[in-house]
């Protein structure tokens, strides 16, 4: 996990909000710079993500009071963005550290979580505000989530025994440290294609591939880790695969990272003490030939 620089083209020209922008940055990076070896780094810790988590609620509430006062038409929508971050992404966030003891690994994941979520709502959200973008008028998947979290859930727990949570729904393909990625095709009725693209920690896969018995990580022990997930997963959209997987449905990192480019507009991001899981899919209607 990197750093976050603080660069012009995250400002949006209100004072108020860049201010607050540019200092969230600076908190977050200073998560980052805390030393294992420091006395009590663990209280260090938790001082600062409670500094981190009331200076964004503060944010929060002043950018609500501009969006309000310049009447922006996407207000509503914001405002929701910010109470999900709130309510579920920084709670889930939250019990992850405390189940660690805030450990060193799960802090700098947390920064790195923090450091993704804020980039992305800036230049997404924020700048929409001021008409430098615009918010994606598409279709709205948020009502999907809830299910999709419960089937990723079951397939993790099924598959790894350990139970996740949600804490990016705006994930945009960043790494997730050392990772597989699997990809698959699938048929649902009405002649729509599915294909779901998935990313899992290595932690992960590996107790995945000791509940299979295996004693190591190869494309044979992937596969069979990866079609367990495929198979759970489907059964969410009543999809039948549309081939099986082989070798060639296994990405590396700049394959994944391509694959994610051509568009996933459900894109989420899952973790818990152990690791990250990423899951992604997108659909279309197949055009069949006019007789």
Known sequence: MEKIVWDEKFKIGVEVVDKAHEKLFRIVNRLFDIPEDEM?????????????????????????TYMRS???S?????????????????????????????SVSAVQRFAGI???????????????IVGKI?????????????????????????????EVRLVNPLYRGQNIGNGYYCYQCFDVEGG??????????????????????????????LLQVFEQLFTQLSRLFRAEPEEKLTKENLLTLEGY?????????????????VGHIAFCHRNWRVRTAKS
Not at 80 to 87: E, G, V
Not at 114 to 128: G, P, Y
Not at 257 to 273: D, I, T
Request: hydrophobic share 35%.
């Open 192 to 221: 729509v294609k599915l294909q779901i693209l998935l990313g899992v920690e290595e932690s992960l896969i590996l107790r995945g591939i000791k509940r299979l018995r295996k004693a190591q990580i190869n494309s044979e022990t």
């Open 74 to 102: 996407g207000y509503a929508r914001h405002k929701k963005i910010h109470d999900n971050f709130r309510d579920e992404i920084l709670v889930s966030l939250k019990k992850d550290l405390e189940l660690s003891n805030y």
């Open 257 to 273: 990272r391509a694959e994610f480019m051509k568009g996933y507009p459900c894109s989420l991001l899952y973790s818990n003490k």
């Open 114 to 128: 923090m450091s993704n979520w804020l980039v992305e709502h800036i230049m997404r959200e924020d700048q929409a």
């Open 134 to 162: 615009f918010s994606p008028q598409g279709r709205d998947l948020s009502s999907q989530i809830p299910a999709i979290s419960r089937t990723v859930n079951r397939a993790t727990t099924e598959v790894f025994q350990v």
């Open 40 to 64: 009590n780094y663990q209280h260090t810790y938790k001082e600062g993500i409670k500094y981190l988590e009331a200076y964004s609620m503060k944010h929060f509430s002043e950018e609500e």
């Open 70 to 72: 310049s009447r922006y």
